[in-house]
């Protein structure tokens, strides 16, 4: 137990981001699948309109924030140090404090479904309701009085801290420790990808921070910044929020994309088709993604002339993308193709992100955007991307590592399976809701009425949602399964061209017994231009320095939620007993004799 | 503060601290840029006085930026001390470097003191919201930068704190020079272009 607790290798707390984050996915799901039960039917009545609004807006939040994000983080985490051939990360109590912040933060933030009555709610749940994009005014005290927006702004925060430490770390890991002889252009797609991914993370936090800062300001020290009767736009919150949240988008979607450009050439037997167009697309995403951002305010009014270049953009940043899709398909084209449950996932990854794709340029065209927003159909397209992209990118990469980071191969039989409900169930899912939004069906509300004429659709929709839950079911059993009666997975279960496969499975605290030397882009291949390479000895050579485990990122972490329940409950002494635990905690691993 | 990063073998040839500080600097730039972007949308839209000219004494504010801009070269001489191995007066240049800190944050105290006398609180208007929070989130980065100073400098006075760890205090300069740099700005379009 202590070693977890204390733990700086980057393996287990790779481990721990799976694990945690995967809680939150499950619990992220049973929202949805709530929010699903009230929609079967019409005039639902399951719950209130006050746990709806709830509901929907931790389910976006979780998903975001405390699923997917800390999803690709796991595998940043467990895979990266291993393609680029190092022995831990740059910082590696820095990593141990960023898992920490993520957990706290998550925790805070799911807290509120629980703590109604410390807040002299008369029931249970004061969970966050103003939708995940928040927006003030509506999160205004005026307005939403209670402490659920409090918890909202204060768990973003420090989940917010916890990127940003992580995004520092790798992108000096993936910049600084790569092993000789592995240039940039030799860096796999899926370490690449992750580089891309920090520096979005680095500069968008900092901008959705300053706007959740002038929110807090608002809602406890009485400022104004999105009031209106004191002159203020509440527009300002939509810019700071979406200039973020655009980049999100790509923090969320990059990683996947990485993945499926490492499952899709080990399982076709060839190189990744135009690697350089590859990288370059996915660097190119990160600087546009950067000027799309007011396309998710169209109906605001911006003028034609704002309007026109944010259109443009949108449209413009569909060309990088589909690169990337011709570079897959063409990756698969004559390859010698296993059907592994990997490959399932990857090549599903592709059809639906190209269903939420075209989708998402039909929001590009302002006048179709006005009828669009605020329905089912944008709802539709976030799921086609979130879902049919990046969660069906993450089960490939799920399954691909799954043996490289438990040393245990998981079933492929129960994988298909888990598969083709994945794909019945999110198709049933999320199709219907196109249909349903352009049939004038807005998002948000609690219920509708069947003279609208989407009830069928909607119990589609939702027998769609629960058939997804029984897919999650049989990879819970397939994972339980593979525990006592997996298949031993050797160094290499794949053929893989990358350095992770030139290792045991699981790989020794020490990963690589001797540092590789890198010569050329695919080194575990053998090609036309030169023989594979020899993978490091089983035992070390010279005994290698592991560094002992460290309790003050834990201790450091413990800080912030202490920090952030002085406001929640307006309690002067909290912030000072916060601020000094932060402080020891940095203080003392300042100070800490600690050794790469 | 260990520095085992230093000894290493690094890709870039960059120590990786070093980078990782510069990566920080960057993204401290976004949080700066959306701070006083802000400030200037909502410059001349408060619904109520004061308004900046009314308020702000540029004289007043000219000598803290002076002794910020001092500070900073305080700062190279404690770095070159260092790197040189006078302890000595690494000391001298740490603390002094410290002290114009704390002469910069005392200054802000009494601005602050005399703008609230003169009717200008953190919730009378946009352009004290925007103004304190700018200005405030400013003063945290310089208190966070004198803490550290002191304790450099206290490290140097129990004689653990040696030229072999000049690459700490560079990382320190690193990061009084942006916090310095950031002001200027902040003076520039806050105070000098009304």
């Known amino acids: 137990m202590k070693h977890w607790i204390t733990t700086t290798d980057h393996k287990r707390i790779g481990l721990l981001y799976f694990w945690t984050a995967f809680c939150f996915f499950l619990i992220g799901g049973l929202e949805a699948l709530l929010i699903r039960l009230q929609l079967a039917q019409p005039n639902g009545h399951l719950v209130s309109a006050e746990t709806y609004n709830q509901l929907f807006t931790m389910h976006g939040t979780t998903m975001v924030f405390l699923a997917l994000m800390p999803l690709s983080a796991s595998f940043f985490n467990y895979i990266v140090p291993l393609q680029i051939g190092a022995r831990d990360v740059a910082f590696p109590r820095l990593n141990a404090f960023s898992y920490w912040v993520f957990l706290l933060g998550g925790l805070l933030l799911n807290a509120s479904w629980l703590v109604g009555p410390l807040f002299q709610a008369p029931h249970l749940n004061v969970a966050p309701d103003g939708g995940w994009f928040g927006y003030a005014n509506l999160t205004e005290r005026q307005f939403s009085p209670g402490p659920n927006i409090d918890f909202w702004l204060l768990g973003l925060q420090i989940l917010g801290i916890s990127s940003l430490a992580a995004g520092f770390n790798f992108i000096v890991t993936i910049l600084n420790m790569r092993a000789p002889g592995m240039k940039m252009l030799r860096v796999p797609a899926f370490s690449w990808m992750t580089l891309v991914t920090q520096f979005l993370v680095i500069t968008a936090f900092p901008v959705i921070t300053v706007g959740l800062v002038f929110l807090m300001f608002d809602r406890f020290f009485g400022t104004h910044f999105y009031v209106t009767a004191a002159g203020a736009t509440p527009l300002l919150w939509q810019h700071l929020f979406w200039l973020f949240g655009h980049p999100e988008v790509y923090i969320l979607i990059l990683p996947a994309m990485g993945i499926v450009s490492e499952v899709l050439p080990t399982f076709a037997r060839k190189p990744l088709f135009g690697y350089t167009v590859v990288v370059f697309s996915g660097v190119l995403i990160g600087f546009m993604g950067w000027g799309v951002w007011s396309h998710h305010m169209f109906s605001v009014g911006l003028g034609p002339i704002a309007d026109s270049v944010f259109a443009g953009t949108t449209m413009l940043i569909a060309v990088p993308t589909g690169v990337k899709i011709f570079n897959w398909i063409a990756t698969l084209w004559g390859g010698d193709i296993r059907g592994t449950t990997a490959l399932h996932f990857a090549v599903g990854f592709i059809a639906m992100f190209i269903i939420g794709g075209l989708s998402g340029v039909t929001h590009a065209s302002p006048p179709a955007d006005l009828q669009q927003t605020d329905t089912y159909y944008v709802v539709a397209h976030i799921h086609y991307v979130l879902f049919g992209g990046t969660v069906l990118g993450l089960f490939a990469g799920i399954y691909y590592w799954w043996p490289k980071m438990t040393g245990r191969l998981l079933s492929e039989p129960l994988g298909k399976w888990h598969f083709w409900l994945t794909f019945l169930g999110m198709n049933l899912a999320f199709f219907p809701m196109h249909l349903i939004g352009l049939l004038g069906m807005p998002r948000r509300i609690y219920t509708y009425s069947p003279d609208l004429g989407v009830s069928a659709l909607n119990l589609v929709s939702t027998l769609g949602a629960f058939l997804i839950a029984v897919a999650i079911l049989v990879f819970l059993v397939n994972v339980l399964r593979t525990r006592t009666h997996g298949r031993p997975a050797p160094n290499d279960p794949w053929g893989g061209a990358t350095l992770e496969w030139s290792i045991p499975s699981p790989p020794p605290v020490y990963n690589f017994s001797v540092i590789p030397t890198v010569a050329n882009r695919l080194p575990r291949w053998k090609t036309e231009h030169h023989e594979p390479m020899r993978d490091p000895p089983a035992v070390p050579p010279a005994p290698i320095h592991v560094p002992d485990g460290s309790w003050w990122p834990l201790v450091a972490a413990l800080g912030l939620p202490v920090l952030a329940l002085a406001p929640l409950t307006h309690t002067l002494w909290l912030a000072f007993l916060g601020a000094a635990i932060l402080l020891v905690g940095i203080y003392r691993w300042a100070f800490e004799p600690f050794d790469v | ?194």
Request: one cysteine or more; glycine letters at 10%; proline letters at 2%.
């Open chain 2, 1 to 194: 503060m260990t520095h085992a990063a230093a000894t290493h073998h690094t890709s870039m040839g960059l120590d990786s601290r070093k980078m990782a500080f510069w990566a920080f600097i960057g993204s401290e730039c976004l949080l700066f840029t959306s701070l006083i972007s802000t400030y200037l949308v909502y410059k001349g839209r408060s619904v109520v006085g004061p308004s900046p000219h009314e308020i702000l004494n540029i004289p007043f504010t000219s000598v803290s930026t002076f002794d910020l801009l001092m500070s900073s070269l305080m700062m190279v001489l404690a770095l070159a001390a260092v790197q040189r191995g006078d302890m000595k007066w690494g000391k001298i240049w740490l603390f002094a470097t410290a002290l114009l800190g704390l002469v910069f944050l005392g200054g802000q105290v009494i601005e602050f003191t005399e703008f609230v006398h003169k009717g200008l609180t953190l919730q009378t208007n946009l352009f004290g919201c925007t103004f304190f929070v700018l200005t405030g989130t400013h003063g945290a980065h310089v208190t966070v930068g004198v803490l550290w100073l002191l304790t450099l400098w206290v490290r140097a006075l129990q004689g653990k704190l040696g030229p072999g760890h000049a690459l700490t205090v560079e990382i320190t300069g690193l990061y009084w020079h942006f916090v310095d740099v950031v002001w200027i700005v902040i003076f520039t379009v806050v105070y000098l272009i009304q």
